[in-house]
C-alpha cells in the first residue's frame, strides 16, 4: 500500500501527458477514406461565429405583423432543414418571440465565401410552396390559375434519379396513397381534354408533366445538373416556410476582432503563466509545483468539457466569453491552490508534523470552496437550465428577475454567448474540485513518502533542530 502512494506523483504525471495529448489532438483512425473519430481535440472545438466569423441574420414576416408562436417555431424548423441541405454546420436558428422574428446564425464554413452569403440568404427566404396544377395558365402577374391538383401535404419525398438510356436527370416525387390516387385521376381525365400537368415551386413554372393515353409518373423534368436535382429534391423535403419571410437584417461577422481577443488572452494567460510558476516556486516550493501541475490538468478537464471529448457527447460552442469565463476559473484554480500551500505553511511553522500539515491543509481548503461554491454550483445549474430552455420561469427567484425575459427559452445571440460562459465557470469549478482538491492531495501524499522530500523546508516551513 506503501509503495503504491508512492506510486501516484507518476501515476497522475503520465495520466496528464496522456490526457494532454488527447485533449489537443484528440484520436481518429482512417479506414480508406472513412475516418472515425474516438477521442475529441480542440480542432473539433464548436467556435462561436464571434471568434471565427460568419453571417448573422434576423428574419421577419413579410407582412411585419407578429406571427403566431406556433408558426415561427415551424419555420424555424425548415430553415434547419435548409441549412443542413446547404452544408451549413453549426447553424443556430432560434425564436425572438418578443420580436416576432427569427435569428440565423453560424461561423464561416470550408468551401463557403462570403460572395456566397447572399445566395444563402435567399435560399433561407424562399418560401417554395410547390403546387401540382391543371395546365400552364396563368394571369397577368404570371401567377398560376389552374386547378391545384396536389400540395405539399400530397408529397412524402423527393429525389434525383438519372436515366441511363436517355441520359437526364429528373426529380421523382413519392407521393402519400390518397395523393397518387389523385395524381392519377388528375393524369387519365387531363389526357381525355388534352391538358398536362404543371409543377409550380413559389408561383414559378419548373416542370410539365405530359399527358397521354397511358399511365404517368409524378417526374419533375427539366435542363437538371446533378447537382440542381439534388438541390431541388432536398428544397422539396425541407417543406417550405409556413409564412413569407424576409430578411431585416443581413450581416457579416468579422472575425478579426474575436481573432485579436484570442491572441490576446492567449498571450496574457501564457505570461501569466510563467510569472505565476516563479512565485509560486519561490514562494511555496513542493506546493507550488502541485499547485501548477493541478492547474495545468484543470485547464485540460475544461476544454475536454467544450470538445465533448467522446462522440457520443456534443460539443458545447465556445464563444469568446466562454473563453473569458475559463480564465475565470483558472484564477479560482489559482486561489485553491495558493490558500493550500498557505494552510500548509501555516501548519508547519506552528510545529505540526508534515503528513498533518499537508492532510489539514487540503481539508481547510475543501472546506473553505465547498461553503463559497455550493451556492455559486446551484445558480449556474438553475442559469444554464433556464438558457437551454428547459425552465421557462424564473420569476419566483428574486436575483434572476432582470435576466427572465433573456433566459425563458429564447436562444438569442446574447443567451448563447451567456450559456458560453455559464458553462465555463460550471465547467472550471467542476474541474477546480477534482485537480486543485483531489488530485493535488493526491499527489502531494505521494511526495511526502519520499524520505529525501520530508524536509519541511520543501513545503514552506522552516527545518526543527
Known sequence: MKKLEKAWIFIWAGAMLLFGLLTV???RFQYGDTVRTIVRGVDDL????DLTGGLELALQPESGLPAEQQLLDNAREVLMKRLDYLGIQNAEVTVDSEESR???RFPNQSGVSQSDYPEIVSALTSRNALTVRDGIASDEQGRPTGEILLEEKDIVSAQASGDRDTNTISVRLSLTEDGQSKFDAAAARLAEAGRNISVWMDNQLISVIYTRNEPVEPVITGEFTA??????????????????????DFSVISPAQGSQMLTTLCRSAGLGLILLAVLMLALYRLPGAV???ALVIQLELTLAAFTGLVPLVQPVQLTVSGLLGILLTMGFGVNTSVNTAEHIKAELLGGRNLDYAVNHGFKRTYSTLF??????????????TAVSGFVTDLTWLTPAQTLAGLLQGQQTVAAQSLHSFLYAVLAGIAANYISCNWIAHSMMRSLTKYPALRDPVLYGGVRHD
Open 46 to 49: 464548436n467556435l462561436g461565429s
Open 371 to 384: 461553503d463559497g461554491h455550493t451556492t455559486l454550483v446551484f445558480l449556474l445549474i438553475l442559469l444554464l
Open 102 to 104: 427569427l435569428l440565423v
Open 227 to 248: 447537382d440542381s436535382a439534388i438541390r431541388l429534391a432536398a428544397e422539396i423535403n425541407a417543406r417550405s416556410l409556413p409564412l413569407s419571410l424576409t430578411a431585416e
Open 25 to 27: 489532438n484528440g484520436l
Open 291 to 293: 499547485g501548477l501541475t
